[in-house]
């Protein structure tokens, strides 16, 4: 976690990353990423995330959901790879980011949309929501493990709703 106070408006504030060591992507072999192909869409939101009633702003909370969504799918995107010639592509798009400290807790609540299409053809799969609400204790790490929590639910919510899809078989020669 790093810190760093920075003058915003009428104000300062200290703008926190959100990745820690365990958060950075995880290498995976060429062919699983192709089997199952990530994406993450921050746009709709205003990054970085300002917490209301403190003077702190998280930063890189685009590349935390996406460490947290490509270890949840990890086994998810093994079994696409083995198990099927059509590759997919998982879009996933934060549409709703929010954080507030109260009475020295925190609480995070990320609202994404995911969209599963496959690749060759950009053929329409499913699409779902997914919603998380964590809280925790504001003081001890200025809230980014409550963060990393939330994003690590959203990351659960979607391996399950994928793992529950019936993607096409592979094509075996005749």
């Known amino acids: 976690m790093w810190v760093i106070p920075v ?13 820690t060591p365990s ?17 993450v869409n921050t746009s709709s ?7 209301a009633g403190a003077g ?3 930063t890189d909370v685009d590349r935390a ?22 590759s997919y592509s998982l879009y996933v798009e934060l549409i709703g980011a929010r954080a507030e400290v ?3 807790r925190i609480t995070v609540q990320l609202t994404v949309r995911a969209t599963l299409r496959q690749r060759k053809g950009n053929a329409y799969v499913g699409q779902t929501h997914a919603h998380a609400n964590r809280s925790g204790a504001y003081e001890s790490s200025l809230g980014v493990d409550t963060v990393a929590r939330c994003a690590d639910a ?4 979607l391996q399950g709703w994928i793992s529950g899809m019936q993607l096409s078989p592979l094509d075996k020669p005749e």
């Open 45 to 51: 939101v205003h990054l970085p995330l300002r917490v």
């Open 102 to 104: 109260n009475s020295g």
């Open 154 to 157: 959203i990351g659960t919510e």
């Open 65 to 86: 959901l996406y460490a947290a969504v490509e270890r949840a799918l990890a086994s998810t995107r093994q079994r696409v790879a083995v198990g099927n010639a059509q």
């Open 7 to 19: 003058e915003l408006g009428c104000g300062s504030v200290q703008l926190v990353s959100v990745l």
């Open 23 to 39: 958060g950075t992507a995880q290498s995976v072999s060429a062919r699983t990423e192709d089997a199952l192909q990530i994406q």
């Open 56 to 58: 702190t702003a998280f």
